[in-house]
């Protein structure tokens, strides 16, 4: 397991089948809590990227025609070995991204509850191979197979580690594919030491290969690479387009979970408490760097003063703080860029004549780390930056609406359709507007639990294609029909 501590060594940030190597263009991995440097990783490079895409193409020949039985067995066995070293996994994901312990611990639940699950899909394949179509003629046969798709790319971000890994890597797994794993730079340390607890868990060399690094040494090449036959990709949309246009120059498979820019709308009938303690969640859990933060609320006219004014109080209690110390509810965003970003953000929606209710800047008694107040805007331009932007922070904007009608409008809005979430007594009423929102995901009177058997994805410029459920397996599956006379 990787040290928790900084030490002059430098880590291994590549792994070549099962070779670890540490010589490649130095990554600094900064703990945002403190902007202290806890460890320096080796990553890789254009060449370095080659040397895993044949390491996963060498192993793909065994893995694919493995049963699933087996890969089943494999997947359950990391499922446990990530429930056995889950404190230690905690422990990094706070220290590495910044984000509270409670909420690390539930990172890693999630982790183990997808791999259980795609175990379970995997232990199906074997019996539903070969599965007989039925045909309009009798002198004509047909049967389904089901392929892996070869070679796959993953590409995943910093605000989960290790999440976004397990949504895509235990699906590929299960569908027998062999991997190249591209962590982000900013958050290896989670996705290294999940990576150390695969191997023991005997996945076969070469099955999962990791290069850690940047976009351009490494997103790119993998992702224009001609023996890649998929990627998958979860960041920004501009990051987005870019992995598409390199797939593009070879055609292959792309599935991306992109930007978000959600609306959480308060019906007028809406449980005003329960509708706080969901605004606050939706826009501040992981310190609103989710792209399923429901940063945008709609809220009832008549209820708008007591909402904002109940509102406010709860964002000024929230404890900020160091992830590592008891009752903390919200930590640091995940490096001086973000932080950086965020307050660029505040500055414009300031400017441009926001009313900020609260927050808008650093902590008091937090000189160090990369801090930003729970913060909320009132009166904001519907063509504003705030309005319409991924923030990826801890800001939230709410406007009064007059009818459901327009609610749904303005939710809809924009270029966004990742997630929403209705608050409302009427359940009729809240599942008419569920229905009528361009969203993947809806709540109703939820917090934003996601579990392995829903789809995740959106609309728009949210996504291309699912993850999770069964729509996650057949990312990484080709269809193959069988057709025979006589």
């Given at each position: 397991?990787?040290p928790p501590?900084?030490?002059?060594e430098?880590?291994a940030?590549?792994?070549?089948?099962?070779q670890?190597?540490?010589?490649?263009p130095?990554?600094?991995?900064?703990?945002?809590?403190?902007?202290?440097?806890?460890?320096t990783?080796?990553?890789?490079?254009?060449?370095?990227?080659?040397?895993?895409?044949?390491?996963?193409?060498?192993?793909?020949?065994?893995?694919?025609?493995?049963?699933?039985a087996?890969?089943?067995?494999?997947?359950?066995?990391?499922?446990?070995?990530?429930?056995?070293?889950?404190q230690?996994?905690?422990?990094l994901?706070?220290?590495?991204?910044?984000?509270?312990?409670?909420?690390?611990?539930?990172?890693?639940?999630?982790?183990?509850?997808?791999?259980?699950?795609?175990?379970?899909?995997?232990?199906?394949?074997?019996?539903?191979?070969?599965?007989?179509?039925?045909?309009?003629?009798?002198d004509?046969?047909?049967?389904?197979?089901?392929?892996?798709?070869?070679?796959?790319?993953?590409?995943?971000?910093?605000?989960?580690?290790?999440v976004?890994?397990?949504?895509?890597?235990?699906?590929?797994?299960?569908?027998?594919?062999?991997?190249?794993?591209?962590?982000?730079?900013?958050?290896?340390?989670?996705?290294?030491?999940?990576?150390?607890?695969?191997?023991?868990?005997?996945?076969?060399?070469?099955?999962?290969?990791?290069?850690?690094?940047?976009?351009?040494?490494?997103?790119a090449?993998?992702?224009?690479?001609?023996?890649?036959?998929?990627?998958?990709?979860?960041?920004?949309?501009?990051v987005?387009?870019?992995?598409?246009?390199?797939?593009a120059?070879?055609?292959?498979?792309?599935?991306?979970?992109?930007?978000?820019?959600?609306?959480?709308?308060?019906?007028?009938?809406?449980?005003?408490?329960?509708?706080?303690?969901?605004?606050?969640?939706?826009?501040f859990?992981?310190?609103?760097?989710?792209?399923?933060?429901?940063?945008?609320?709609?809220?009832?006219?008549?209820?708008?003063?007591?909402?904002?004014?109940?509102?406010?109080?709860?964002?000024?209690?929230?404890?900020?703080?160091?992830?590592?110390?008891?009752?903390?509810?919200?930590?640091?965003?995940?490096?001086?860029?973000?932080?950086?970003?965020?307050?660029?953000?505040?500055?414009?929606?300031?400017?441009?004549?926001?009313?900020?209710?609260?927050g808008?800047?650093?902590?008091?008694?937090?000189?160090?780390?990369?801090?930003?107040?729970?913060?909320?805007?009132?009166?904001?331009?519907?063509d504003s930056?705030?309005?319409?932007?991924?923030?990826?922070?801890?800001?939230?904007?709410?406007?009064?609406?007059?009818?459901e009608?327009?609610?749904?409008?303005?939710?809809?809005?924009?270029?966004?359709?990742?997630?929403?979430?209705?608050?409302?007594?009427?359940?009729?009423?809240a599942?008419?507007?569920?229905?009528?929102?361009?969203?993947?995901m809806?709540?109703?009177?939820?917090?934003?639990?996601?579990?392995?058997?829903?789809?995740?994805?959106?609309?728009?410029?949210?996504?291309?294609?699912?993850?999770?459920?069964?729509?996650?397996?057949?990312?990484?599956?080709?269809?193959?029909?069988?057709?025979?006379?006589?």
């Open positions: 397991m990787l501590e900084c030490s002059s430098v880590l940030g590549v792994l070549i089948g099962e670890w190597l540490a010589d490649g130095p990554l600094e991995v900064i703990n945002p809590s403190t902007e202290a440097l806890i460890a990783v080796g990553g890789g490079n254009a060449e370095t990227v080659e040397l895993a895409v044949q390491s996963a193409a060498a192993a793909f020949a065994q893995w694919s025609t493995s049963t699933g087996l890969r089943a067995q494999v997947l359950r066995r990391i499922a446990r070995g990530i429930q056995q070293n889950r230690t996994l905690m422990a994901q706070s220290r590495n991204n910044g984000k509270p312990l409670a909420e690390a611990g539930l990172d890693v639940d999630d982790v183990i509850a997808t791999f259980d699950y795609y175990a379970d899909l995997a232990q199906g394949l074997d019996a539903a191979q070969d599965r007989d179509v039925e045909l309009p003629v009798s004509y046969a047909a049967r389904l197979r089901r392929e892996p798709c070869g070679v796959v790319a993953l590409i995943v971000p910093w605000n989960f580690p290790m976004t890994t397990a949504w895509k890597l235990a699906p590929a797994l299960a569908a027998g594919c062999t991997v190249v794993l591209k962590p982000s730079e900013v958050t290896p340390l989670p996705e290294l030491a999940l990576a150390r607890i695969i191997l023991e868990a005997g996945l076969p060399a070469g099955v999962l290969n990791i290069v850690c690094g940047t976009g351009l040494a490494v997103g090449p993998l992702s224009a690479h001609s023996q890649v036959a998929k990627i998958s990709f979860t960041g920004s949309n501009a987005g387009v870019q992995v598409m246009q390199r797939a120059e070879t055609v292959k498979g792309v599935s991306l979970e992109l930007g978000g820019k959600s609306s959480l709308i308060v019906l007028e009938d809406a449980d005003l408490e329960l509708a706080v303690e969901l605004t606050c969640g939706g826009g859990y992981n310190a609103g760097q989710m792209c399923s933060a429901t940063s945008r609320v709609l809220v009832a006219e008549h209820l708008a003063d007591a909402f904002v004014a109940k509102v406010r109080a709860r964002a000024q209690a929230i404890i900020v703080g160091d992830p590592f110390v008891d009752g903390v509810q919200m930590g640091a965003l995940v490096n001086r860029a973000q932080y950086e970003r965020v307050l660029a953000h505040i500055a414009r929606g300031l400017a441009s004549g926001a009313r900020l209710e609260c808008g800047g650093r902590p008091q008694g937090l000189a160090q780390g990369f801090y930003v107040a729970p913060t909320v805007f009132t009166d904001v331009a519907l930056s705030l309005w319409n932007e991924e923030i990826f922070g801890p800001v939230i904007c709410i406007r009064s609406f007059g009818t009608a327009e609610a749904i409008a303005l939710a809809n809005q924009g270029d966004f359709g990742l997630v929403a979430t209705v608050v409302g007594r009427d359940r009729v009423a599942n008419r507007v569920a229905d009528a929102l361009q969203a993947g809806v709540w109703i009177n939820a917090p934003q639990v996601i579990f392995p058997q829903t789809a995740w994805g959106g609309y728009k410029q949210s996504s291309i294609g699912r993850e999770l459920g069964p729509w996650g397996l057949a990312a990484f599956q080709e269809l193959k029909h069988v057709v025979s006379a006589g």
